[in-house]
């Protein structure tokens, strides 16, 4: 018993530091979940949260089975006079409300929410399938009805006996202060009728999430279909493709962890498809060196890679048959080149963004082009998880919000987060006023471009296409 109690005890501060923590989360993120942008900061937090969650809840679950369905059925007038039972059974009960209240107070606010309900329930593996198995924990008419009784007995005979150890008069104590128990104890009887039987607002979206998830499943089949198709058209191979090799890893010494590119392919029909100049962004990740000099070449993120690395590939990309990581000659399949660079930050930064990039490797792409999800990744969306604290803009997309990458290259326009540090149009390398370059492609300004670089001839218009 004394060990059961330690563990309570330490079982419940953890839950008291949660829910708090859950709050005051709720809280900072509140208007990006009602009508603005959840950023990927956001969505790591609220996946910690409830990863979480699904600790505390197994804990709690672990130590409520480990007395037995006994303790819940000895709860009555027989332990009057059994010190130890009854306190075995005050702490089954003690242990069920925190469990109760984890989810009431630290989870149901967050399912009132659609968008964090989606997140929480369908888009982090970690957790996918924990949360639905707590919401049919609460649902669950038998386990109600067991607590209710519980709490029940604890109100007429429970908290009555004289003979109480200091144990036994701390789970009282707890037992009374737990919100579940005034829950249960205020209007008993038209609780068990209405809110405490039907489940309210958690019984109704229990369904609805699931027909919602069916149309958006739909929805991301649709597009992937489509670019799929759209995907395989192309009419030439891209300028950059025919550098010579020295040409090639000059652009490559160049280049350094966590560097931006973005690229422009004007031969494909998904270019069309895409707003702005910009279409697809990656992410370079560093040479074996690199990596090994950051301390993350051992890292179980990095180590599956090795022997991809090794071979060349340094450049992590979301492509239509998922993220991967690939060679910086494959990624060359292009026109125009954009590196943008962050302002110096400390290594521990560096790393940890590397390992982000690497976290996405093998997830699926995001059809949906959705950047508020996890589970599948569109290419700008890269940008958005690799640094979490840019306040990246973002626009709607099929009712989603998602990132383009002309918006991810926004940030390395003059006084941004970024710097652009090579830009390489129609087949050739731009080599001056690298920030005015950047301003008039984005705002596909030929003529501008031409006052800051008169006389330009691109791969396109000198006659070399081969």
């Not at 399912?111 to 049919?136: C, I, M, N, Y």
């Not at 759209?230 to 300028?239: D, Q």
Request: with cysteine; hydrophobic share 40%; proline share 5%.
């Amino acid at each position: 018993m004394s060990e059961d109690m330690s563990q309570l005890k330490k079982l419940s501060e953890r839950s008291a530091r949660w829910r708090e923590g859950s709050r005051k989360l709720r809280d900072e993120v509140g208007s990006r979940l009602t009508g603005g942008v959840l950023t990927s900061a956001d969505m790591l937090r609220l996946y910690g949260y409830a990863e979480a969650y699904v600790r505390q809840r197994r804990r709690w679950q672990a130590l409520i089975d480990c007395q037995g369905d006994e303790a819940w059925e000895r709860m009555g007038p027989s332990l009057a006079h059994k010190p130890l039972d009854r306190a075995q059974a005050k702490l089954v009960l003690l242990a069920a409300l925190s469990q109760h209240d984890d989810y009431v107070q630290g989870v149901h606010p967050w399912f009132t929410q659609t968008k964090a309900r989606r997140l929480l329930k369908t888009d982090h593996p970690e957790v996918e399938g924990e949360l639905d198995s707590a919401v049919r924990h609460y649902l669950n008419p038998l386990n109600r009805q067991r607590l209710a009784r519980a709490v029940v007995w604890h109100r007429a005979e429970g908290a009555m006996a004289a003979d109480r150890s200091a144990d036994e008069a701390f789970l009282d104590e707890m037992i009374v202060r737990s919100p579940g128990y005034a829950f249960f104890t205020k209007n008993l009887a038209r609780r068990v009728l209405e809110d405490w039987r039907t489940g309210g607002h958690a019984a109704v979206t229990f369904v609805t999430d699931h027909l919602v998830n069916f149309g958006g499943s739909a929805e991301s089949t649709a597009s992937l279909v489509v670019g799929n198709t759209v995907g395989l058209v192309a009419t030439r191979k891209g300028w950059l493709q025919s550098l010579s090799l020295t040409e090639r890893s000059r652009i490559e010494r160049g280049l350094r962890p966590l560097d931006v590119l973005l690229e422009k392919t004007p031969f494909r029909l998904t270019d069309k498809t895409i707003p702005g100049h910009y279409g697809h962004v990656a992410v370079w990740v560093g040479t074996e060196t690199e990596l090994k000099r950051l301390g993350v070449w051992e890292d179980p993120l990095v180590r599956p890679y090795h022997e991809r690395i090794r071979a060349g590939a340094s450049v992590v990309e979301a492509l239509r048959p998922g993220v991967e990581i690939n060679t910086f000659e494959q990624f060359l399949n292009i026109d125009d080149l954009l590196v943008m660079r962050p302002a110096p930050m400390p290594e521990s930064a560096v790393r940890d963004g590397v390992l982000r990039a690497f976290a996405q490797l093998g997830k699926d792409y995001d059809f949906a082009f959705n950047v508020e999800s996890d589970r599948r990744i569109v290419c700008s969306e890269l940008a958005f998880v690799v640094y979490p604290a840019v306040a990246w803009p973002t626009s709607e997309v099929m009712g989603r919000r998602s990132i383009t990458p002309d918006q991810v290259a926004l940030k390395a326009r003059a006084g941004g987060p970024f710097s652009p540090v090579m830009i390489w149009h129609d087949g050739v390398e731009v080599r001056e006023r690298l920030p005015e370059t950047l301003e008039a492609l984005l705002r596909e300004d030929r003529a501008g471009f031409l006052r800051i670089h008169p006389g330009f001839v691109g791969r396109s218009e000198d006659g070399k296409s081969k």
